[in-house]
């Protein structure tokens, strides 16, 4: 065969892929029908395993390697389990009849959160001076509103969000009111002000970004604010999904957050920060591809796009931000000290140490694939 030949038979190829692969989505949807109909859970962790072990076995005894065989099935997995996901919140359709009303819905997490109250049959209108996206409906000012909806979403800037949730405490709407804010310390008097009005009112931290499609792995955080009936209401919208639900306090929720989000953000600003000053190109150290170094790279490189403005209020308007960078500090001293001081003793147990605590997470992480 020719070159060409070689080239026209690989599309052929490539098409049946995709054919088969339509399949096992058409697959998955019925499968998704069965899980419902009969009370079985969305993800098996157990199946899951056996269907990797068997490809990893097959794919050797056809002479393919097995961690080839091995990533593409977990990209199939986890294309079958967000099909799986979707049509299960679609099923659900606990919005079926109910309006929601999402505060800064053009916002990237806004949108997320509209499409997603959408896809349960949610009458969705979107508040934002930004236009909403097409098909939805949208006004400029939520003040326009009459605040009738079962749901509001404020999924505004911290600072802006806080005002937000003190004039929708004068308004005082009849359905349940909650924030996505990644911090709360900047909202406690927002909160408290909904609280007090006798509003429905907690608060969520979705632990994931606008691009994510499957929830399986990921954390919602739900604020316990003394709103029982509130708090259950806003949990009922993940009930379909596999997300994990935490329930927790405003103060235990900050405090975590800033090791959570505060501690690793600011370990991979210092990263890029001390590379950039280093007086190395980029280029000239990435060239030397250490596996750590590629991966710290590529964690640093994703934080560096992101928000300057958003990653400045999780460090500074936490109540416990300064908690974090201090034991950041600590820790990086520590490192320092002991080499400067040719303490391999010191350095060892250092290590040590981060080993049994990393440990649990990692022993956990295998027995679930």
């Not at 065969?1 to 697959?27: G, P």
């Not at 050797?60 to 049509?87: K, N």
């Not at 001076?129 to 979403?153: C, E, M, Y």
Request: net charge negative; no cysteine; charged share 20%.
């Amino acid at each position: 065969m020719t070159l060409d030949e070689l080239r026209r038979h690989l599309d052929e190829l490539d098409q049946q892929l995709l054919q088969i692969i339509a399949q096992r989505q058409a697959a998955s949807r019925e499968i998704a029908r069965v899980k419902r109909a009969t009370g079985y859970p969305t993800r098996d962790y157990a199946r899951e395993r056996e269907v990797i072990v068997g490809a990893r076995s097959r794919a050797e005894s056809i002479g393919v390697s097995a961690d080839v065989a091995e990533t593409v099935v977990r990209l199939l997995i986890r294309s079958s389990l967000t099909t799986q996901e979707q049509a299960s919140v679609a099923a659900h359709g606990s919005g079926s009849g109910r309006r929601a009303l999402v505060i800064g819905g053009a916002g990237k997490m806004g949108a997320w959160f509209t499409a997603f109250l959408t896809s349960q049959g949610f009458d969705v209108e979107v508040a934002d001076p930004k236009a909403a996206a097409a098909g939805v409906n949208g006004i400029a000012d939520w003040r326009q509103s009459a605040l009738t909806h079962d749901f509001i979403v404020v999924a505004a800037p911290l600072g802006a969000t806080n005002m937000i949730l003190q004039q929708l405490a004068q308004l005082k709407p009849r359905g349940v009111v909650f924030d996505l804010g990644s911090l709360k310390s900047p909202l406690r008097a927002g909160l408290t002000a909904l609280r007090s009005a006798g509003v429905a009112v907690t608060s969520l931290h979705p632990m994931f970004g606008p691009d994510t499609e499957l929830l399986s792995g990921r954390h919602v955080i739900f604020i316990d604010l003394g709103d029982a009936a509130a708090l259950e209401q806003a949990r009922a919208l993940f009930a379909p999904t596999m997300a994990e639900q935490v329930v927790m306090g405003l103060d235990e929720h900050d405090r975590l957050i800033a090791y959570v989000l505060g501690l690793s953000h600011a370990l991979n600003i210092a990263f890029f920060t001390a590379l950039a000053e280093s007086g190395e190109s980029a280029p000239r150290l990435v060239r030397l591809s250490s596996t750590t170094f590629d991966a710290q790279f590529d964690i640093a490189s994703n934080v560096a796009a992101e928000s300057p403005e958003l990653y400045y209020e999780i460090q500074h308007l936490n109540d416990f931000g300064a908690e974090s960078l201090d034991a950041l500090a600590r820790a990086v001293e520590a490192v320092r000290s002991a080499v400067s001081a040719g303490d391999q003793e010191r350095f060892t147990a250092l290590m040590r140490q981060g080993y049994e605590y990393v440990k649990g997470r990692r022993e956990s992480a295998a027995r679930r694939v």
